[in-house]
């Protein structure tokens, strides 16, 4: 096992590093967010706290949910192009995956770019590093010609890093709508700070999910064997085990409200009762009023046009928008354009 390098920890052997970036600043990190958002008016929760170790396999049992379509339905349609997009290189690449969690859709992927070139280089990039270490093993077992470089912090360490580290073509994947975590002016910011990361052969492959009726986005969002509910109060959990808080889940409910007009699935956790929470570690007693709300997600959906102003403003150009046979979810090929040059798209054998 490497020495500790550049603040993080290097966990190495032949096919397989794990470099964790600033994650000795995590706990700090949730310490600070946590007593800036919960003294904040409308209290909050920022939604990256979910993916602790129960948080992340809570989120894996959500993906199996009969409401939740999104994962199904992007699998599908990457079932169906996984191929067109390996043949759209040249070369052996490297795949780097933003939020990478199980890797359970990746596996598609890297299947069909195993099948095109005889070596590919994986770059998981996730701020759970026990879900990075979870899910190596069985893919080194499975695809004896890939090589596992995984990355543990946030993305923008992850994309200063990609920056400094690679100099095979990259496919970079962003899937499940995690995009929508992010409100529309920070996805264009995201996406263009990503965009200066990327040369003209790569390419960025975006799952996003779609504007649909209320209906099917309240209960995607609110299951009716409350998973989802218990991935929200796992939140509350956390900071009970990590900063010695005294929450009591059950004195707070769980809603999911499809905001039309935004396009946004607000999650929020509503106090049940007056009750003041003690936080120790942070030496802060929380006051809640009955009925007071604690945001803790947004879930923003897209249009068409919607999804081809992103590309526009942010120096892509949409190559290919892939849809499920339900039209409920989008993968979205995004192609690099020069700054002020037209777009060079793949055509056939270009
Ligand atoms: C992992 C952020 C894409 O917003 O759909 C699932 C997380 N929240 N159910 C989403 C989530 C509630 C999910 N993302």
Redesign the pocket.
């Given at each position: 096992m490497g020495g500790s390098q550049r603040q993080g920890r290097l966990l190495q052997d032949n096919r397989f590093s794990l470099f964790e970036l600033n994650t000795d600043r995590h706990l700090e990190s949730l310490a600070s967010e946590v007593r800036a958002g919960l003294t904040a008016t409308p209290k909050r929760i920022p939604c990256r706290f979910f993916y602790d170790e129960a948080g992340s396999q809570i989120?894996e049992e959500?993906c199996e949910l009969p409401e939740?379509y999104?994962t199904r339905a992007e699998s599908a349609i990457l079932r169906d192009r996984a191929q067109d997009v390996a043949q759209r290189f040249s070369l052996p690449i490297s795949l780097v995956e933003l939020g990478s969690g199980s890797s359970t859709k990746t596996r598609i992927l890297i299947e069909a770019l195993l099948r095109e070139y005889d070596s590919l280089s994986y770059i998981p990039i996730d701020i759970s590093p026990s879900a990075l270490e979870a899910s190596a093993p069985q893919l080194l077992d499975d695809y004896k010609h890939l090589e596992i470089r995984a990355i543990a912090g946030e993305y923008q360490d992850g994309l200063r890093w990609i920056r400094s580290e690679t100099q095979r073509p990259k496919l970079i994947l962003w899937l499940?709508?995690?995009i929508?975590?992010l409100d529309r002016p920070g996805a264009e910011s995201f996406v263009s700070n990503l965009r200066t990361g990327m040369n003209l052969e790569d390419r960025l492959l975006l799952g996003i999910?779609l504007r649909k009726d209320r209906e099917a986005l309240e209960s995607a969002?609110d299951d009716s064997s409350g998973v989802?509910a218990r991935?929200n109060r796992n939140l509350l959990m956390r900071i009970n085990r990590e900063l010695g808080g005294h929450f009591d889940p059950e004195a707070f409910d769980f809603q999911a409200t499809y905001d039309e007009v935004a396009g946004n699935v607000v999650?929020q956790l509503r106090s049940r009762r007056d009750q003041t929470v003690r936080i120790a570690n942070l030496d802060l007693d929380v006051a809640f009023e009955a009925g007071e709300m604690i945001h803790t997600?947004n879930?923003f959906k897209y249009s068409r046009a919607e999804i081809d102003a992103l590309a526009r403003c942010t120096g892509f150009a949409v190559e290919e928008h892939w849809l499920d046979a339900k039209n409920r979810f989008s993968v979205n090929l995004f192609a690099p354009i020069r700054p002020n040059g037209p777009p060079r798209l793949q055509t056939e054998g270009s």
């Open positions: 989120f959500i939740y999104l499940g709508s995690s929508g975590n999910d969002y989802t991935f999650s997600e879930s």
